[in-house]
């Protein structure tokens, strides 16, 4: 079955540093997203992302974060100067078309910013 | 502001009992509702999804939904070991862009 696979599944970062999260959605899907998970707490909508360009974006997601589609293949989630607050799990996921029918999630990537 | 609630837990049942897991939203505008089943430190796995009131079965599962008491339900029978994990529940609005998450279930099912 497709799935959609993210790198790495752990970084470690100082705070004030940028890291850049990778992701694989499935090959024929065509709308992209990113969700948080901060350690206890509830999944987190932070962006989505259609046709190269931002769909929607939560509160979340202010100036530090972007988001790339830079080939055909990855999905990418930039924060440029990372806080110990966002350390989580982040979240990939990817669907076919606007009709949701309950998307993909990827493994994720822990985040820890130290 | 959208809210989903869900009773954290955790919700202990036997083997082989039927879990009730309840989740409650406060947008009106909601138009398609999804359980979604998380390990510990694993990923949402989507498990069903529902968008017109009634009940909708797949398996041991059971989605319910009441629109006009803005309530939806997952039923699992016959309960395993390895169902213990974190039920999610999530709704959309008519954009259908993004999910917004309860916080979530945690579920116990004892051998």
């Known amino acids: 079955e497709p799935e959609v696979t993210q790198t790495p599944s752990h970084q470690v970062t100082q705070m004030g540093q940028e890291v850049i999260l990778r992701c694989v959605p499935i090959s024929n899907h065509l709308y992209f997203y990113w969700y948080r998970q901060i350690l206890g707490q509830k999944v987190e909508f932070l962006v989505s992302?259609?046709?190269?360009?931002?769909?929607?974006k939560s509160e979340i997601f202010d100036d530090q974060f972007s988001v790339e589609r830079p080939d055909g293949s990855n999905f990418t989630l930039k924060i440029r100067s990372t806080k110990l607050e966002d350390s989580a799990m982040y979240f990939c996921?990817?669907?076919?078309?606007?009709?949701?029918?309950?998307?993909?999630f990827g493994s994720g990537t822990r985040l820890t910013v130290v | 502001q959208k809210e989903v609630e869900q009773n954290s837990g955790p919700l202990s049942v036997p083997e082989g009992a039927i879990a009730s897991l309840n989740c409650t939203y406060s947008d009106r505008g909601s138009q398609s509702f999804f359980w979604y089943r998380q390990y510990s430190g694993k990923s949402p796995e989507l498990i069903m999804f529902?968008?017109?009131?009634g009940d909708k079965e797949d398996g041991r599962f059971t989605a319910q939904l009441n629109k006009a008491s803005q309530y939806v339900s997952l039923l699992i029978r016959d309960s395993q070991p390895s169902d213990s994990a974190t039920y999610l529940c999530?709704?959309?609005?008519?954009?259908?862009?993004?999910?917004?998450f309860g916080g979530g279930t945690r579920l116990m099912v004892k051998p």
């Open positions: 992302f259609y046709n190269n360009e931002i769909s929607e």
């Open positions: 529902i968008y017109s009131n």
């Open positions: 999530a709704v959309t609005d008519n954009a259908g862009n993004m999910l917004t």
């Open positions: 996921a990817s669907n076919r078309d606007r009709q949701n029918y309950g998307y993909t």
